[in-house]
C-alpha cells in the first residue's frame, strides 16, 4: 500500500525532472546603444516623438537577421531587451538630444508633457540584414513644426556593413544605422520653422 501511495508523486517528480531538462535556456538579451552625432545650433524649442511604428514582421521579441529571398530569418535565441518601438523612440530621444542640445526632446507616451513646438511621426518600414551581409534600415519620417498645417516628410535608406559576424555585430550596425537616422531627424528639425 506504501509503494502505491508514492509511486503517483514521484512519477510527477519525475516528468518535472523531465520537462525541466528539455525546456530551452534563457535567451540572450541586446539593446541598441545611442551614438554621438554632430551637434546643431538651434531648433525647436520643445520636440515631441511619436511612438515609432514598425514593419508588422519586426513586431517581436527575437532579432530578425534577414528578410531577403521571400524568407524571414529569425534569431530563437537572441531577443531584444525591450519591445522594438518602445527601444528605438527611447533611443533616438536621446541622440536627438545629444545633438540638439537647446531643444527639449520629450516622448508623447512619456509622464512629462508639455506643447509640442515640433512632432516627429516615424515609421521603419526594414531593419535587417540584406543578401550581401549589410544592415539595411529604412525608414519614413514625418516633422511637423507649430503652426504649420503640412508636414515635412522625407524617407531614409541607411546600408552599414556589420564589423563581424553573428548578432553582437548586427546589432552594433543597428546602433549605427540608428545613429544616421538620428543625424537626419536632427537636421530636419534644425532646418525646420520655430527654430531657436
Known amino acids: 500500500m506504501t509503494g502505491w501511495w508514492f509511486s503517483p508523486r514521484i512519477a510527477i517528480f519525475l516528468s518535472l525532472v523531465a520537462l525541466g531538462a528539455c525546456s530551452s535556456p ?26 515609432v511604428g514598425l514593419a508588422r514582421y519586426l513586431e ?15 534569431m530563437p535565441d537572441d531577443w531584444w531587451g525591450e519591445p522594438l518601438a518602445a527601444m528605438l523612440s527611447r533611443v533616438l530621444i536621446d541622440e536627438v538630444s545629444q545633438r540638439l542640445p537647446r531643444s527639449t526632446v520629450l ?8 506643447t509640442a513646438d515640433a512632432t516627429v511621426a516615424l515609421n521603419v518600414r526594414r531593419l535587417d540584414l540584406d543578401a550581401a551581409g549589410n544592415l ?12 504649420r498645417s503640412e508636414p515635412t516628410l522625407r524617407s531614409f535608406r541607411f546600408v552599414v556593413t556589420p564589423q563581424g559576424s553573428g548578432v553582437p555585430s548586427e546589432v552594433a550596425a543597428i546602433s549605427a544605422a540608428v545613429g544616421q537616422l538620428a543625424d537626419g531627424l536632427a537636421s530636419m528639425l534644425a532646418a525646420g520653422r520655430g527654430a531657436r
Request: charged content about 15%.
Open 136 to 147: 539595411v534600415l529604412q525608414a519614413q519620417a514625418a516633422v511637423t513644426f507649430k503652426g
Open 107 to 114: 516622448n508623447e507616451n512619456g509622464a512629462v508633457t508639455s
Open 26 to 51: 534563457s535567451p540572450k538579451l541586446y539593446t541598441v546603444a545611442p551614438v554621438d552625432g554632430e551637434v546643431r545650433t538651434g531648433g525647436p524649442a520643445v520636440i515631441v516623438f511619436q511612438q
Open 60 to 74: 517581436r521579441s527575437q532579432i530578425v537577421s534577414s528578410s531577403e529571398n521571400y524568407r524571414l530569418d529569425v
